[in-house]
């Protein structure tokens, strides 16, 4: 070996000594039994530097393991839940948001390679982090769900490449996910090559323009957010003052849940709600109350479902009026209206079961 990192004396949270007859140490076993060695790993990884003077917190190894450690294990178990077959290429599509992904992912193996050079591993570990909690996961994935037909290549590369990147960090997740995406059980994500940065796929320009699109969306939802609307009722309008690109107009139209994106001399989001749109609204809340009854019924989004359903002479219109496209969103084999004389009239009631 060339270098050794010396680490930093662990004080308890006060940041006195700990010793057994102050009553303050920490049984390092006891951390690892209740959350896992990865992520007393990755926490003290990313609280900071190996050889800083550090002040343990349980809480704070807690929100480790919730942060990161879960987003990245969420972000495989929604992949492996809605595959559509057990062995998938590892391959990008032409998809604006995959070769987004692919040269944020490009340019992360560039930053963590240079980091580790140089031994700057709180760095390092603090932009994988970032990239999986808020690239990967809350665009990229949320963004690709409606589309993952087309999407589930590109992300099983993203995922095997990560699962190379945080080897060192974290490794027994890193196995599990890297074993189950090659399906070669034998094989060794420890025994695997670094990964290498592909300069052409970083798109500097894509990124930039992915960058600004976030943003618009951002102070839009903010917009919402400020006139009490839920995303779930569609609006008619957004206007907005930069020129975007037609692809990533289409991403923040179906963020913003917006009908049409106009340009404007400032970012304006129109909040009236039509008689239309209150319809429509109310359309997309009625799925979503029946994808939350198919989670928490343990069904998988493979499994057909019936939906029956009774309450006032107005919603049950609205229901059957819109009935193919609830059964096309939530992949239900029938919506049925139930006529029940107990039945409350003026309440929705909605049941689902296996079909």
């Known amino acids: 070996y060339k270098n050794v990192i010396s680490l930093g004396h662990i004080l308890d949270g006060k940041g006195e000594k700990m010793s057994k007859s102050k009553g303050n140490v920490v049984n390092p076993w006891d951390m690892v039994e209740k959350y896992g060695v990865d992520a007393v790993r990755w926490y003290f990884y990313t609280v900071n530097q190996p050889g800083d003077v550090k002040m343990f917190s349980e809480k704070e190894l807690a929100e480790s393991l919730r942060r990161f450690i879960m987003i990245y294990w969420n972000s495989f178990v929604f992949f492996e839940t809605y595959k559509f077959k057990k062995t998938v290429q590892h391959r990008v599509s032409n998809n604006v948001l995959d070769r987004w992904i692919v040269s944020r992912l490009n340019r992360l193996i560039a930053e963590v390679t240079k980091k580790l050079d140089t031994y700057d591993v709180t760095g390092a570990a603090r932009a994988i982090e970032d990239f999986t909690v808020n690239d990967l996961s809350l665009w990229y994935i949320r963004r690709s769900r409606k589309r993952f037909s087309e999407a589930q290549g590109t992300l099983s590369f993203v995922l095997l490449t990560l699962s190379r990147l945080t080897a060192p960090f974290i490794p027994f997740l890193s196995e599990e996910i890297y074993r189950c995406l090659t399906l070669k059980v034998k094989q060794s994500v420890h025994l695997a090559d670094w990964p290498k940065t592909d300069l052409k796929l970083i798109n500097k320009k894509l990124e930039l323009e992915m960058e600004k699109a976030r943003e618009i969306v951002a102070l839009a939802l903010a917009e919402r957010a400020k006139a009490g609307i839920k995303v779930r009722q569609p609006l008619q309008k957004l206007e907005i003052t930069e020129k975007i690109?037609?692809?990533?107009l289409i991403l923040i139209k179906d963020e913003i849940n917006v009908k049409e994106i106009a340009p404007g001399k400032a970012l304006k989001l129109d909040i009236e709600i039509t008689p239309e749109l209150k319809e429509e609204g109310m359309v997309r809340e009625i799925i979503r109350q029946?994808?939350?009854?198919?989670?928490?019924?343990?069904?998988?989004?493979?499994?057909?479902?019936?939906?029956?359903?009774?309450?006032?002479?107005?919603?049950n219109g609205i229901l059957a009026k819109n009935k193919a496209f609830i059964l096309k969103e939530t992949k239900a084999g029938n919506l049925r209206l139930i006529v029940n004389a107990k039945a409350d009239e003026q309440k929705q009631n909605l049941s689902i079961k296996k079909f």
């Open 245 to 248: 690109n037609k692809d990533l």
């Open 290 to 315: 029946i994808q939350d009854m198919r989670k928490k019924a343990g069904l998988t989004p493979k499994d057909k479902i019936l939906v029956e359903h009774s309450g006032t002479a107005e919603l």
